[in-house]
């Protein structure tokens, strides 16, 4: 995993680099200037693209200037550039930078706030305005600029971060150059994983500048984010003489008489993710349609639970199981498993509080942002839901699993861990209920929770993004389940490319 640091901690890494390796700034930030050269290029290899670079007076500003030198060296010849002079002040870098493109053929507009810009005609605007160090709303003449460019509809690819956009924290309603890319060095920005970022970013690459990899891991920071190695180190071989019992017994309580479906989709999960016998507590009435679509899968109706719980290594509680507060409740009553609720097992937790006293430790909870709110109180932001999930992971030692587009995994020692996996086609119903499947399938192999969270919220976007790349824009949670075997059997070889993002 890696740190996702703060970008105070990034610019101590950029000073401890040059310090100890030894590198001069401007060097470092012409390394820097390649990486994203390099990058840039894959993305827009026609060198006959119009290009306009907006550079601010600072070090971003320095980052866009030899960015635009370096792309004419490489061709790109329809290239003009563009200085935001809103302030005196300008980096020492940036006046480095400033003077090696007066060496170029390239042409330099510099922008007053109280005269007229030029129309903006290029089809690509690279934004090199302001980058991490900002920490408050745009105002007056970058409000304005915004605006102007915004106008122009250009393509947008933000050096490092969006003009705008706070690198640590959320938008708080202010606003912010749209990048359709991001090239973002060494770290992705912790503000790129909030849901409130998802309208001023489509896409982020990160690039490698060259930064003390074992500086920046040792900074202390509570968010992590989860790698392809993770899930190669912890998935464990399936030795040549194991069987069914090697694998664990995983209990589906789940389903009603409407909501049968997503019984049927978090015990399929389960089966298809390895656990070797996975056995459904169902109404009666979905009997048929088990055995129909799941043969595997075995039956076990409410009152016999007391007699098979020993038998039992995990258990999952909650996909369509309507207001069966009554069984949920005696479930509780049962000795401790390793416990997964999901859907209306959550649902019935916010509404009898008490019974959260009755939740076990390292019990890994599964809400989406309703059922959250529903059990911990209204959020006004993802912040402060995933701060709020943080608080609660520490004080019940749960591990609460805030399911969106990047999944915060928030654990009962105070760590967030980031699952970078999964895409927009995964937004189909039952994807919960498979995700619930995939983590009582690890639990009942014996997977510690939180091993068990990471590899399965990392398999179950995994997955998706496979579809994704074999052209599905809309994945049913049914086709996913069947593509489980294959993800895993990726993960097991370590031939698992991680998406880009």
């Not at 470092?28 to 550079?55: K, W």
């Not at 003077?99 to 605007?125: D, K, M």
């Not at 069966?324 to 997964?340: G, I, M």
């Not at 008490?354 to 390292?362: K, Q, R, S, T």
């Amino acid at each position: 995993m890696k740190n996702i640091v703060t970008a105070a901690q990034t610019r101590d890494a950029d000073r401890h680099t040059i310090e100890t390796e030894p590198i001069l700034s401007v060097d470092l930030m012409e390394r820097a200037a390649n990486a994203f050269v390099t990058r840039f290029m894959q993305l827009y290899p026609d060198r006959n693209t119009s290009i306009l670079v907006c550079c601010g007076t600072g070090n971003n500003g320095g980052d866009g200037l030899a960015v635009a030198r370096l792309l004419q060296e490489n061709g790109y010849d329809a290239i003009s550039v563009w200085i935001a002079r809103f302030s005196d002040r300008q980096s020492d870098d940036f006046t480095i930078n400033l003077n090696r493109l007066s060496r170029t053929p390239i042409p330099v507009t510099h922008c007053y706030p109280e005269e007229a810009w030029p129309p903006i005609n290029q089809s690509v605007v690279i934004d090199a305005l302001l980058g991490s160090g900002l920490n408050k709303p745009l105002t007056g003449a970058w409000l304005k600029l915004i605006h102007h460019i915004h106008a122009a509809r250009p393509r947008v690819v933000a050096v490092d971060i969006p003009t705008g956009l706070p690198a640590d924290g959320i938008p708080d309603n202010g606003e912010a150059l749209h990048a359709d890319e991001v090239i973002t060095f060494q770290r992705p920005k912790r503000s790129f994983f909030f849901p409130e970022s998802g309208a001023l970013l489509d896409r982020f690459h990160v690039v490698d500048i060259g930064l003390d990899e074992s500086f920046i891991e040792q900074l202390p920071s509570e968010f992590c984010l989860i790698e392809a190695a993770d899930a190669i180190r912890l998935l464990r071989p399936r030795p040549q003489f194991s069987h069914k019992g090697s694998y664990g017994h995983a209990l589906v309580i789940a389903g009603d008489t409407h909501t049968m479906g997503a019984a049927l989709l978090c015990s399929g999960a389960s089966l298809y993710s390895g656990a070797g016998l996975t056995t459904a507590c169902i109404p009666a009435s979905g009997l048929t349609a088990l055995n129909s679509r799941y043969p595997e899968v075995m039956y076990c109706p409410d009152d016999r639970l007391d007699v098979i719980w020993e038998k039992i290594d995990a258990v999952a509680i909650g996909p369509g199981l309507g207001d069966r507060s009554a069984l949920f409740r005696s479930c509780l009553r049962l000795p401790d498993k390793p416990l997964v609720l999901d859907a209306d097992a959550l649902t019935l937790l916010a509404q009898h509080r008490e019974l959260a006293e009755c939740i076990p430790p390292n019990t890994i909870l599964t809400p989406h942002m309703k059922e959250f709110d529903r059990l911990f109180g209204q959020h006004s932001s993802w912040w402060d839901r995933v701060q709020t999930a943080r608080q609660q992971a520490q004080q019940r030692q749960w591990i609460i699993i805030l399911k969106n587009r990047y999944t915060f995994i928030t654990l009962p020692d105070g760590r967030i861990l980031i699952n970078p996996t999964g895409n927009p086609a995964m937004a189909s119903g039952g994807m919960g209920d498979v995700l619930t499947g995939i983590l009582a399938a690890f639990l009942a192999q014996g997977y510690p929770p939180e091993d068990a969270s990471v590899l399965a919220c990392y398999l179950h976007g995994a997955a998706g993004d496979q579809m994704a790349a074999m052209g599905w824009a809309v994945i049913p949670a049914t086709q996913l389940i069947t593509q489980l075997p294959s993800t895993l059997s990726a993960v097991a070889t370590g031939t698992l490319l991680h998406p880009e993002r």
